[in-house]
């Protein structure tokens, strides 16, 4: 019996190289072949299936990859084209990965005169996530025809085609670039790990709870910093108070000078100048905050 786990990523886009870097921040080696289908790690036991990431949410329902990483705009089409019951009961949602931002938006033509979603009543929307777009106009009380297309969607409504587009956005460069507008968001995406919900056999159980954890403690990683600090004694519980997500700071007496306390402590949110500046006006000196490479709680 096998211990090693199969992983579904996306072969090429955008997708690709945050999927793989991650594993290489978890300390998993993987070396890639052009071309190939599938590729293994030589120092943990998993192997990754790449392929389109359309394919990935059916990759993992019918359990032939146990984890994939995948857009919560694709997870969600497919949960809607499926029954979302028999969906529930196959995916496992792990953890969002910080990653692939983008939203599923509707455009229209610059000139359009938008005021509300009502503007949307009767007219035809070209997209290739037709699930995600029923299921908004269906909430939203609106009846409109989607066409369903599969690329180049924001030249629809130049040739003719469409009268809007529901499309993913993440800067607005290409919408600015075909003179549309972004007036209505429908979902806010990111990449996420995702896993066959059926249970394991007691190897690959292990080796899937190891891998998650690895993962999550990359993850908690790069949101962590430390920070290390002065503070007068008569401050610090005012100093304490101001650091973003610390409950137990480590305090120490400085050698010397008895008024200070020196605490540090683990920020389990973004230390922005802000913060810094914060804590000097309250009084704080010798801030010194600095990244965090692993984690393991
Ligand atoms: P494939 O050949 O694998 O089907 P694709 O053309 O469907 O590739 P990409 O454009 O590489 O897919 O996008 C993959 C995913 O990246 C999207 O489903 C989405 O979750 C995310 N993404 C992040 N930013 C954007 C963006 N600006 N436009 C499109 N997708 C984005
Ligand atoms: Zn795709």
Same mark, same amino acid.
């Given at each position: 019996?096998?211990?090693?786990?199969?992983?579904?990523?996306?072969?090429?886009?955008?997708?690709?190289?945050?999927?793989? $870097? %991650?594993?290489?921040? +978890?300390?998993?080696?993987?070396?890639? !072949?052009?071309? *190939?289908? #599938?590729?293994?790690? =030589? &120092?943990?036991?998993?192997?990754?299936?790449?392929?389109?990431?359309?394919?990935?949410?059916?990759?993992?329902?019918?359990?032939?990859?146990?984890?994939?990483?995948?857009?919560?705009?694709?997870?969600?089409?497919?949960?809607?084209?499926?029954?979302?019951?028999?969906?529930?009961?196959?995916?496992?949602?792990?953890?969002?990965?910080?990653?692939?931002?983008?939203?599923?938006?509707?455009?229209?033509?610059?000139?359009?005169?938008?005021?509300?979603?009502? $503007? %949307?009543?009767?007219? +035809?929307?070209?997209?290739?996530?037709? !699930?995600?777009? *029923?299921? #908004?106009?269906?909430? =939203? &009380?609106?009846?409109?025809?989607?066409?369903?297309?599969?690329?180049?969607?924001?030249?629809?409504?130049?040739?003719?085609?469409?009268?809007?587009?529901?499309?993913?956005?993440?800067?607005?460069?290409?919408?600015?670039?075909?003179?549309?507008?972004?007036?209505?968001?429908?979902?806010?995406?990111?990449?996420?790990?995702?896993?066959?919900?059926?249970?394991?056999?007691?190897?690959?159980?292990?080796?899937?709870?190891?891998?998650?954890?690895?993962?999550?403690?990359?993850?908690?990683? +790069?949101?962590?910093?430390?920070?290390?600090?002065?503070?007068?004694?008569?401050?610090?519980?005012?100093?304490?108070?101001?650091?973003?997500?610390?409950?137990?700071?480590?305090?120490?007496?400085?050698?010397?000078?008895?008024?200070?306390?020196?605490?540090?402590?683990?920020?389990?949110?973004?230390?922005?100048?802000?913060?810094?500046?914060?804590?000097?006006?309250?009084?704080?000196?010798?801030?010194?905050?600095?990244?965090?490479?692993?984690?393991?709680?």
């Amino acid at each position: 019996m096998s211990n090693r786990i199969r992983l579904a990523l996306q072969k090429s886009g955008r997708l690709s190289e945050d999927s793989f $870097d %991650l594993l290489a921040r +978890s300390g998993i080696k993987i070396r890639r !072949h052009r071309d *190939q289908l #599938f590729c293994h790690s =030589e &120092n943990f036991p998993i192997d990754v299936l790449l392929v389109r990431d359309d394919d990935i949410p059916a990759l993992i329902m019918e359990q032939v990859c146990d984890f994939g990483i995948v857009g919560l705009n694709v997870l969600q089409e497919a949960s809607l084209a499926q029954n979302a019951q028999d969906f529930t009961d196959r995916v496992d949602m792990i953890h969002k990965l910080n990653f692939g931002f983008c939203r599923l938006s509707v455009a229209v033509p610059r000139d359009f005169e938008y005021k509300s979603v009502n $503007d %949307l009543a009767h007219k +035809s929307i070209a997209t290739t996530y037709p !699930h995600l777009l *029923q299921n #908004f106009l269906d909430k =939203e &009380n609106i009846q409109a025809k989607s066409i369903g297309l599969t690329g180049s969607i924001e030249i629809a409504p130049r040739l003719g085609i469409a009268d809007a587009i529901c499309d993913l956005v993440s800067t607005g460069g290409t919408l600015e670039a075909n003179h549309l507008k972004e007036v209505q968001t429908i979902l806010h995406s990111q990449a996420l790990l995702i896993k066959a919900k059926p249970a394991l056999d007691r190897d690959k159980q292990k080796t899937a709870d190891l891998f998650i954890r690895r993962i999550q403690g990359v993850l908690l990683a +790069s949101e962590s910093k430390y920070i290390m600090l002065h503070a007068p004694k008569d401050k610090l519980k005012q100093i304490v108070a101001i650091l973003p997500g610390v409950e137990h700071p480590t305090l120490m007496t400085l050698e010397g000078d008895p008024d200070k306390i020196g605490v540090h402590a683990v920020c389990g949110e973004s230390v922005f100048w802000e913060t810094l500046e914060a804590l000097k006006e309250a009084g704080a000196s010798s801030i010194l905050v600095m990244p965090v490479e692993k984690m393991m709680m």
